[in-house]
């Protein structure tokens, strides 16, 4: 029976430059590792990468030039909804979901795994023990065709989390789906005969391990162990040990203490590890680009290299990326911090729209004052950092009232709103046709744009309802939809299912990361932005800096920089899909009206929200932590 391998690849953003099947192993792709072991050693008849992005094939096609595998375009970010459409290729065979990290596991892995499949006469087929990110699964195509018909139902979206749910819920989706899951699961350990203590917990691909898992593919080769053994992974194991244990220990020279002053200049960390480039993060690089030079000196840490690293640098700051998480409550990340603020030596850590407990505990024991920047509407997970804070940076009125519901002093509460430079967000800069030129959307169009994140707060379901109001009123009307996906997640299929049944597909543009977000601006012809609890809205700023009317939702606290019908654009309630398409197609219809309201706008930007007046509001801050007056 014959058994097709399938890779569904993360999505990731492009605004980060590392790309994880790229990272080199043994000198070539990891990738291209693990599609020889799949095609040469495992018994499998295809191969196939499932992406996201057209953007991304030339890579990854370089990356398997010398290989059999197969790329496969995929709309879908959930695994189980890219492999229903390749369902008639399959006819009744078995399909292999694999992880990237199984170029590390042995390289028959997937050939043991297909006869336990067939010898126990399982529909599904799940290894037990392998180290989280390198294992695999197979189930019967026709079992998939069962998942799918009640994904929508209960949300699936991972094929292997869809046959755990489903064993679950049993005879409460009727019983026949679950019950014909056979699934005895293979055991890794006891198949290859080693203990498995000596198995990593999980084999993590990043910048920062590449050299780790080199050197576990050298070991291996340098004791001449078969490919058909786990003897990469156990060589990964002790070096696992010794980095942690490396990254855990203090620096010999690490102090607690107070620093003394090197510079007449102070030093400002800011701490923005998210590393994927949005709102908070721009933000941030336009304030940062108008601090006062003689008296600031800006550094910043981010997680990996990509856009926002490059743009941190640009405004001037000295930019730290350690290409790993090192936000996460562990010993290992507590140390690098110790040890970053001793390097370092910051009169101020800035914690931007991010906390970390381990850097928190750092500058505590080092005497280092916090500033903590909310900029989300949502501050769980936020309190230490709030509450550790000696100063809290709130972008709206309504983030400060949400602040102050814990127990924080008022005072130590500031307002000081998004920014933007007004004077690179400028419309004058730009040509409305030969921007829609660029992104090749229709001349005549007339074009709402929403740019956020496909996540549920954002409420892309309250736009789309209004989206299939507005054109039937709307000639011409196209919705154009900026938001990143950073995961497989079950919301985004569900927006593109909500899409398909609001028979939308040809008034809809969708784009994922854009480099330049004015040139999007300026092709537009309003912005909309209906979230839930939204801090403030950095897009909402950068709209009216580019003469662009936006409609917000008066919830959260977008709407307090928009006067409506008379300053930048107009508010409407919170999930009234009714009023939203209202006001859109009032705009729409109405160049004179879109004109008054968005050279307002941008007149209130250039007075009230411009990084300039923004960057000295935080200087403020800094003076008064650092002087006590």
Not at 72 to 95: K, N, W, Y
Not at 548 to 564: A, D, F, K, Q, Y
Request: charged share 20%.
């Amino acid at each position: 029976m014959p058994v097709t391998a399938v890779l569904s690849l993360v999505p990731l953003t492009r605004s980060i430059a590392f790309r994880p099947y790229l990272a080199a192993v043994g000198g070539k792709p990891i990738l291209a590792l693990l599609a020889e072991h799949l095609l040469t050693r495992s018994g499998a008849a295809r191969f196939l990468v499932l992406y996201h992005y057209e953007s991304e094939r030339a890579l990854l096609a370089e990356a398997l030039a010398n290989t059999a595998a197969e790329l496969r375009f995929t709309p879908h970010f959930s695994e189980l909804q890219a492999v229903a459409e390749l369902l008639p290729e399959f006819e009744d065979g078995q399909i292999a979901f694999l992880q990237l990290g199984c170029a590390l596991a042995p390289a028959d892995l997937l050939l043991r795994v297909t006869q336990h499949h067939l010898n126990h006469g399982n529909s599904y087929t799940l290894v037990d023990g392998a180290p989280g990110g390198c294992s695999l699964s197979l189930i019967q195509a026709a079992t998939i065709k069962s998942l799918v018909q009640i994904a929508d139902r209960f949300g699936f979206s991972a094929v292997d989390d869809a046959v755990r749910r489903l064993q679950l819920l049993g005879e409460r989706v009727g019983g026949t789906a679950a019950t014909a899951i056979r699934a005895t699961p293979f055991n890794l350990p006891v198949a290859y005969a080693v203990a498995p203590e000596t198995l990593p917990l999980a084999v993590t691909i990043d910048k920062a391990t590449c050299r780790l898992l080199d050197q576990a593919v050298a070991t291996a080769g340098n004791c001449n162990a078969s490919p058909d053994s786990p003897a990469v992974l156990c060589a990964l194991k002790p070096l696992q040990v010794e980095l942690l244990a490396a990254r855990c220990a203090l620096a010999s020279n690490c102090i607690l203490a107070p620093a003394p002053r090197t510079s007449p200049k102070e030093r400002i960390l800011y701490l923005s590890i998210p590393s994927a480039f949005s709102g908070a993060e721009q933000a941030l690089c336009s304030m940062v680009k108008f601090l006062d030079p003689t008296r600031f000196q800006p550094f910043a840490l981010t997680a990996h290299e990509g856009v926002f690293a490059e743009k941190l640098r640009a405004a001037g700051a000295e930019v730290v990326c350690p290409d790993r998480d090192v936000g996460t409550p562990e010993i290992e990340s507590f140390t690098y911090a110790l040890s970053l603020l001793q390097e370092i030596r910051p009169s101020i850590l800035h914690l931007n729209g991010c906390t970390s407990l381990p850097f928190l505990a750092a500058a505590a024991v080092s005497g280092i004052p916090v500033v903590q920047h909310v900029r989300n509407g949502d501050l769980v997970g936020f309190q230490s950092g709030l509450v550790q804070a000696q100063a809290i940076v709130a972008i709206s009125e309504f983030l400060q009232r949400e602040a102050l519901r814990l127990p924080i002093r008022a005072e130590r509460v500031h307002i000081v709103y998004d920014e933007v430079d007004s004077e690179v967000l400028d419309p004058a800069l730009f040509d409305k046709s030969q921007c829609r030129e660029q992104f090749q959307l229709p001349p005549q169009a007339r074009i709402a744009l929403m740019i956020a994140r496909m996540v549920p707060n954002k409420r892309y379901d309250l736009m789309l309802e209004a989206a299939a109001a507005i054109k039937s009123q709307v000639p011409d009307f196209l919705l154009v939809l900026k938001g990143d996906v950073y995961d497989g997640s079950h919301h985004t299929h569900a927006i593109h299912n909500l899409i398909q049944k609001l028979d939308l597909e040809s008034s809809i543009r969708w784009m994922d990361f854009v480099p330049d977000i004015r040139s999007l601006l300026a092709a537009a012809d309003l912005l909309v932005l209906c979230s839930d609890r939204e801090g403030l809205g950095s897009c909402v700023v950068e709209a009216m800096s580019m003469a662009l009317p936006v409609v917000v939702t008066n919830t959260g606290g977008t709407h307090e920089i928009v006067e409506s019908g008379v300053r930048g654009g107009f508010v409407v309630p919170g999930s009234d899909p009714a009023a939203l398409a209202a006001r859109v197609t009032e705009l729409l219809n109405d160049e004179p009206l879109r004109h008054r309201l968005g050279s307002a706008g941008r007149a209130f930007v250039r007075t009230h929200l411009d990084a300039r007046i923004s960057a000295r509001a935080i200087m403020e801050i800094y003076t008064t932590l650092l002087t006590g007056c």
